[in-house]
């Protein structure tokens, strides 16, 4: 394949998987948005709803070891192509669900499917992409999220609203069902170097072994999700409740900054690679986290209470595509999966524990409180970040 044709095909790898990711993303994190409507129309307490809508949060976490194993094993294309099909599946089951436990359960099954598109699309940036443009690919491919939670946002809760719980779930298993076929169709596994080769550059050898990198960079991962998933689960919420505004106008403020957060994806991945460096611009965007969920807290009873929350929607995801990038390319060809699995699974631990704590935060001290609090997350996440002595291979397993 000369250079003509691998930049077009790199490009439409990308998009694909960004498709995936987005289909996974609008059934997991759109959860969350059904919160008000489990509350008032289900009777359930914030604590309860929160617990039912961390499922597919749960199922994720459970599932991203085994999806990072499966994606080293038989490739990108066919974890990917299963795994939304199953996300279909699941959406389905919720959408004809007769109880909340039936419907939770649901969720969980959808959301191990949906942990597939974290490793493959991770693994299909970093495959098809040189490093000198893997930060920004990897922001652009980050942008599924922020997009996906803002398609969750104008979806969920006005469709439920108007149409009911059947309905949503409906839509929400035909975008996987898309996404599926496209990534069966469209999807090509990255090129590779065979085992041999891979042994003789040290490639197989267990990064876990080698340095303490990797796990400084999942817990500080970990730690900055606290906020990131706080302002996601409960910006819709606050707003309806505390500043009495419509549940439209809400939910479209709540889409609107998804927009800044896929922005700060990609210029933090930019970023990266102008400076040559993940790490360093992943510990400022841990300082700034800090700074703005302290803010937030204190002033959200004021005025400029909703500039720094939309403030914070584009912040606190910043850091996400930074470490991805960066773990990928330190586990290599072989353990990349695995690596990118164990990362995702500290972050879908702490997001599926976000709803139901902050739920009783909030139902006990307020969201000022709640978004005060979180704070002390990212603060911790600084001196984790591994930037002494960080070094940015040439390639990890991209032939490009």
Do not use: C
Not at 295 to 309: C, E, H, V
Not at 310 to 328: M, Y
């Amino acid at each position: 394949m000369n250079g003509a044709t691998q930049a077009p095909r790199r490009w439409l790898m990308l998009g694909v998987a960004m498709f995936g990711q987005i289909a996974g993303t609008v059934f997991v994190n759109g959860a969350p948005f059904l919160i008000a409507f489990l509350r008032d129309d289900r009777g359930l307490t914030l604590q309860q709803a929160g617990l039912v809508v961390a499922a597919p949060f749960a199922g994720t976490m459970v599932s991203l070891v085994l999806w990072g194993l499966i994606v080293d094993r038989i490739g990108e294309r066919a974890s990917m192509s299963i795994g939304l099909a199953i996300v279909t599946v699941g959406a389905l089951g919720a959408a004809l669900s007769s109880s909340l436990t039936t419907l939770a359960l649901w969720f969980l099954l959808g959301g191990i499917g949906a942990g597939s598109t974290n490793s493959a699309s991770g693994r299909i940036v970093v495959g098809w992409f040189p490093a000198h443009r893997r930060g920004t690919a990897m922001g652009i491919r980050q942008t599924a999220l922020p997009l996906g939670v803002g398609v969750g946002a104008l979806l969920v809760p006005n469709v439920v609203q108007a149409e009911g719980l059947r309905t949503t779930l409906l839509i929400v298993a035909g975008i996987a069902a898309m996404a599926t076929i496209l990534s069966a169709v469209l999807l090509a596994d990255p090129p590779r170097p065979t085992r041999a080769q891979a042994a003789d550059q040290g490639q197989l050898a267990n990064p876990y072994r080698r340095d303490n990198r990797l796990t400084r960079i999942h817990l500080a991962s970990a730690l900055l999700v606290v906020p990131q998933f706080t302002v996601w689960t409960y910006m819709l919420v606050w707003l309806t409740d505390d500043k009495g505004w419509s549940t439209f106008a809400a939910s479209a403020l709540v889409a609107s900054t998804q927009v800044l957060g896929a922005a700060g994806r990609i210029g933090a991945g930019w970023w990266s690679d102008l400076v040559g460096s993940r790490l360093g611009p992943m510990r400022i965007v841990a300082i700034a986290a800090t700074a703005t969920m302290l803010a937030l807290g204190l002033l959200s009873g004021t005025p400029l209470g909703i500039a720094l929350i939309v403030l914070a929607t584009a912040i606190t995801v910043a850091d996400n595509g930074l470490a991805f990038t960066s773990v990928a390319e330190i586990g290599g060809p072989y353990w990349s999966g695995r690596a990118m699995g164990l990362q995702n699974t500290g972050q879908y631990i702490v997001s599926a524990l976000v709803p139901p704590v902050m739920g009783a935060v909030v139902d006990g001290r307020g969201y000022g409180f709640a978004f005060a609090a979180v704070a002390i997350f990212p603060l911790l996440a600084i001196p984790l970040v591994p930037v002494r002595g960080e070094r940015l291979t040439p390639t990890t397993h991209s032939q490009a």
